[in-house]
Every structure is written in structure tokens, then in C-alpha cells.
């Protein structure tokens, strides 16, 4: 059964739609666009990197909040190698010109004067750096005034001698972001150790670090706004709390692949308004109640465990304390989408809790699936029918790159009907490493079907042509051709950069 034959009629495949080709939906919202248009984005971006190279660090910053397309715009000003507002040091073996010499140059800008240095990157990759040239760098940076102070230690000494001092981060009082990856931060626990006073941004990766260091660095800066720590190996919990001695300014906390953590704790940062964790299960877990989160990433590892109880008491004190009210963009795993669907079962008795009320601003849904068999698919049904994402505009799936067995089970039936309603305003569906998986295509069709105002659904797969798998309804083969003959959906071999997820990039700045 041929689907859709582009000139030969053994050839089974959806029509690719060019990418001109007008499609009716999309109509109302070019017309809307041309009505207010954006004359800075329009500009070259030569132009807009030269406007921001003029901006104070703090104010080029400010402008990713314009829109989607200036999000990480800020970042080019430094790419031109010549710009005299940053500077990177990248040292080698052997290399050309000598560290001595890229030294020299650097002291003799802090000798002439004031001036603003926005940026500086300090990339060691020779073991045969020595403390003492490796702090006057550091010392120099911040006689200069560096704004955002970035060091990589890649080929540390044997033994370990270098250590980067906190206390060098405060002797610039202009420094507002600071990035360390791969080595030890010494002078936490000196007395002298003065505070950040203007630093919002801490990146650490690979940073030798334990929770008693964390928590004191933590203490050294009252103005933090951004926390991100990822493969820390020796942090174990990871706390906030007001007694630390800081004013919880924080919006934004990324936790990633630190293997030892067993607990995180930021119930008392009430200014949260960004929390994204990739790893392990967690022994304890709290989030802040009653606040205004935004956006929320959640991924644990693949393999369930009696932790999953942990998880579930967590998100059963967040629907109690409505704090899912404001959230417009969430991405949880199958993990957490499992025991998110279970809640109503054991929550949804009292009459003072409606599912609903947590996920009525919500606007994109993205799903990590682990695996997709027919119990993934009912949890995707039970979720959507008890959440009721009335606002939800993106839906975003993305499915094992293994995909799941094809063979049909007796028992495998999803015994959850979908949802009648709930996705009148969703307008784009992405669905990555969709293999035509016999629930997998159930999925698509569910979805064609109740998205009344869907825009367009792309199907990222290996193969352009259905397969025989065992389980697929020619009814749905030949809904989905039908929908492929609209073009409403595009079938694509490989990603790209069409409709990508908020977070497609939480994790871009390690």
C-alpha cells in the first residue's frame, strides 16, 4: 500500500512539503508579525554584536529577555578576536607566544589604568604552570576589572598545585559571572575572605568542591542570582537556606551529573523561578512551596527505584502548595511523567485540589520518554486528561534513540482512553527518533485528531517509509498520509533547528 508516491509508485513515503510551500494555518500569524515589526532584530547582526559591544556586561545581558532569536545574541560580541573588551589565554606546551609573554601583556593592560575588561578566559592546558604565574594571572584579571572571569584547568599538574582562590574573584569588584571547570577553589575558610558583592552568576564544572565549600562560597555572594553545578563529584547535598547568611536572591538553579548527590534543598529560596536537574534519584528532595516557578526540568536516571516514593511526595507537596500555578514551561522524563500521572489517584480526593489549576499557564510540554510501550502511552493519557493543559501551544516529545520492542504483547493494550479535550490550542508538535513503533504511531494520530488548531507536527525519523511492524492499523498509515498530503506533517531525516524546545539548551553554558 502505497502511501504517497513523489514520482515513483514503489515508493512508500509522505509527501515533504518545500519549505515554501504556504500553508493556510500559518496565514493569521505572518500577518500578525508583518503588523509589528521588529527593526532591531532586522538589523545585520554585525550591526546588533556592534551595539552590544558598547553595552555594559549587566546590560548586553538584559538583552535576551527581548526575544527568542536575541537569546544568546549577547555571547557573539566576543568572537571577534580584535575586540579590545575580552580577552582568552589559552596556555599550551610549547606554545606561541609564551605564557611569560601573554603575562607581560596583560599586566601592562591593568598598568594603563582603569578600564573596562568584560570578559576573560583562562585555558590551562600544561601541567607545567606554576602556582605562582597562575595566580598573577588571576590578580592581573582582577586589577583589570574583569565583569565575567572564566578559568579551565585541562591538564592539571601532578601533584595538584594549582587552585583557583576565591578571594582573587573578589579583589574585582566589577565581577558579576564567574565559570571554573576542573579545578580546586581554595580560601573558603580563611577569615579574609571577603564577599562578592556584584557577583550574580556562578557556572562550576568539574569543580573539586564538597557541600561545606559550596555553602560558604554561597554565603561570600549575597546578590547570586544564577547557580549551575554540573559533574560536581564530591557535593553530596546541596542546600540553600537563609542561614547561610545571604539574601536568597536567587532565580535560577541547574543541577547536572553529579553522581554522589543524594539531596537538594532550596525550599527557602522563595525567588526561584528556574530549577533544572539531570541525574540520579534523590533521597530528599524539596523545592520551594507557594512560589512562582516559570520553568521546571526534571530527568532522573533510567532505572526506577523505591525512590520513586521520594518523588512522588515531592510533587504531591507541590499541587498542595499550588506551586505548579505559574509554570508556562516543563520538561520531566517518563520517570516523573509515571508518577506524576498516579498523583490524582492519591491526591485528588480532597476537594481543595484540582490538577488543572497547576498547569492552566503552561504553554510547552516537553517528554523525555525512556521507552514507549503501551503504559508510557497511558501515562501521557492520564496526564494530559488530568492536567488539562488548556494553554499548552508546544508539545515536544522526544523518544529512546532504541527504540522500544516492536513485537506485539497479548498485554499490550493501553487501558487509559485519551483525553477528549485539553489541546484546542496546540499549535506545533515535534516527536524526535519516531521509529512508526506501533504506540508510537498511535501517539501521532491521537494527536492529529484532537489538536484542533495544530500548525504542524514534525516527525524526526530514521526512515522516510512506514515500516511493517507488527500492531500498526492501516486506518491510522492512511490518516497520517492524509495529513501528510496537507501539510501539516513533515517528515525529516534528521533535527534541526525548526522549533526547538526552551530547553533544548539548559545545559549549553557548561
Same mark, same amino acid.
Given at each position: 500500500m502505497a502511501l504517497r508516491s513523489d514520482g515513483d509508485a514503489t515508493t512508500k513515503r509522505l509527501r515533504l +512539503? %518545500?519549505?515554501?510551500?504556504?500553508?493556510?494555518?500559518? *496565514? @493569521?500569524?505572518?500577518? !500578525?508579525? &508583518?503588523?509589528?515589526?521588529? $527593526?532591531?532584530?532586522?538589523?545585520?547582526?554585525?550591526?546588533?554584536?556592534?551595539?552590544?559591544?558598547?553595552?555594559?556586561?549587566?546590560?548586553?545581558?538584559?538583552?535576551?529577555?527581548?526575544?527568542?532569536?536575541?537569546?544568546?545574541?549577547?555571547?557573539?560580541?566576543?568572537?571577534?578576536?580584535?575586540?579590545?573588551?575580552?580577552?582568552?589565554?589559552?596556555?599550551?606546551?610549547?606554545?606561541?607566544?609564551?605564557?611569560?609573554?601573554?603575562?607581560?601583556?596583560?599586566?601592562?593592560?591593568?598598568?594603563?589604568?582603569?578600564?573596562?575588561?568584560?570578559?576573560?578566559?583562562?585555558?590551562?592546558?600544561?601541567?607545567?604552570?606554576?602556582?605562582?604565574?597562575?595566580?598573577?594571572?588571576?590578580?592581573?584579571?582582577?586589577?583589570?576589572?574583569?565583569?565575567?572571569?572564566?578559568?579551565?584547568?585541562?591538564?592539571?599538574?601532578? +601533584? %595538584?598545585?594549582?587552585?583557583?582562590?576565591?578571594?582573587? *574573584? @573578589?579583589?574585582?569588584? !566589577?565581577? &558579576?559571572?564567574?565559570?571554573? $571547570?576542573?579545578?580546586?577553589?581554595?580560601?573558603?575558610?580563611?577569615?579574609?575572605?571577603?564577599?562578592?558583592?556584584?557577583?550574580?552568576?556562578?557556572?562550576?564544572?568539574?569543580?573539586?568542591?564538597?557541600?561545606g565549600g559550596l555553602a560558604r562560597m554561597l554565603a561570600l555572594c549575597p546578590r547570586l542570582r544564577v547557580l549551575s553545578l554540573h559533574s560536581c563529584d564530591d557535593l553530596r547535598r546541596i542546600t540553600v537556606t537563609a542561614a547561610l547568611g545571604m539574601r536568597l536572591n536567587l532565580r535560577s538553579v541547574t543541577i547536572a551529573g553529579c553522581s554522589r548527590v543524594i539531596e537538594v534543598d532550596v525550599a527557602a529560596v522563595s525567588s526561584l523561578r528556574s530549577f533544572h536537574y539531570s541525574g540520579g534519584f534523590l533521597s530528599s528532595f524539596y523545592l520551594p512551596g507557594g512560589t512562582c516557578l516559570a520553568d521546571l526540568y526534571i530527568r532522573f536516571g533510567v532505572q526506577r527505584s523505591g525512590n520513586v516514593l521520594i518523588c512522588k511526595k515531592v510533587f504531591s507537596e507541590w499541587f498542595e502548595s499550588h506551586v505548579c500555578s505559574k509554570l508556562t514551561t516543563l520538561t520531566i522524563c517518563s520517570n516523573v511523567l509515571f508518577v506524576v500521572s498516579s498523583l490524582p489517584i492519591a491526591i485528588l480526593h480532597a476537594e481543595s485540589v484540582k490538577m488543572d489549576d497547576f498547569f492552566k499557564n503552561m504553554t510547552e510540554l516537553q517528554l523525555l520518554m525512556l521507552e514507549m510501550r503501551a503504559p508510557d502511552l497511558a501515562n501521557i493519557y492520564m496526564f494530559l486528561k488530568n492536567s488539562q493543559c488548556c494553554n499548552l501551544e508546544r508539545l515536544f516529545v522526544q523518544l529512546p534513540s532504541i527504540p522500544s520492542e516492536l513485537l506485539v504483547d497479548p498485554f499490550d493494550y493501553v487501558w487509559v482512553e485519551p483525553p477528549e479535550n485539553g489541546l484546542e490550542n496546540l499549535k506545533v508538535v515535534k516527536i524526535v527518533n519516531f521509529n512508526w513503533n506501533h504506540i508510537e504511531l498511535q501517539l501521532v494520530c491521537f494527536l492529529l485528531r484532537k489538536a484542533t488548531s495544530l500548525h504542524k507536527m514534525i516527525l524526526v525519523t530514521p526512515t522516510l517509509v512506514p515500516s511493517n511492524a507488527p500492531g500498526i492499523q492501516k486506518a491510522d498509515l492512511l490518516f497520517l498520509a492524509e495529513a501528510g498530503a496537507s501539510g501539516k506533517v513533515i517528515l525529516r531525516e534528521s533535527d534541526d533547528a525548526v522549533a526547538q524546545p526552551f530547553h533544548s539548551d539548559v545545559f549549553a553554558d557548561f
Open positions: +512539503p %518545500a519549505d515554501d510551500e504556504p500553508n493556510q494555518h500559518n *496565514a @493569521a500569524p505572518a500577518a !500578525a508579525a &508583518a503588523a509589528a515589526p521588529d $527593526h532591531l532584530s532586522a538589523l545585520p547582526e554585525v550591526l546588533q554584536l556592534r551595539i552590544l559591544s558598547f553595552l555594559p556586561l549587566k546590560s548586553a545581558i538584559v538583552t535576551s529577555s527581548l526575544s527568542s532569536s536575541w537569546r544568546h545574541r549577547w555571547k557573539g560580541r566576543w568572537q571577534d578576536d580584535g575586540n579590545p573588551s575580552w580577552l582568552y589565554h589559552h596556555l599550551r606546551p610549547y606554545s606561541s607566544p609564551s605564557s611569560k609573554k601573554l603575562l607581560d601583556s596583560l599586566e601592562l593592560r591593568r598598568s594603563q589604568g582603569p578600564g573596562r575588561l568584560d570578559r576573560y578566559s583562562l585555558v590551562v592546558d600544561t601541567p607545567a604552570m606554576t602556582a605562582r604565574r597562575f595566580s598573577r594571572y588571576l590578580e592581573s584579571a582582577a586589577g583589570c576589572g574583569v565583569e565575567d572571569l572564566r578559568v579551565e584547568l585541562r591538564s592539571p599538574p601532578s +601533584p %595538584a598545585t594549582l587552585r583557583f582562590p576565591f578571594s582573587a *574573584a @573578589a579583589a574585582s569588584p !566589577a565581577l &558579576a559571572c564567574l565559570t571554573l $571547570h576542573g579545578i580546586e577553589v581554595s580560601g573558603l575558610n580563611s577569615r579574609a575572605a571577603r564577599p562578592c558583592s556584584a557577583l550574580e552568576v556562578i557556572r562550576l564544572h568539574s569543580v573539586r568542591i564538597n557541600d
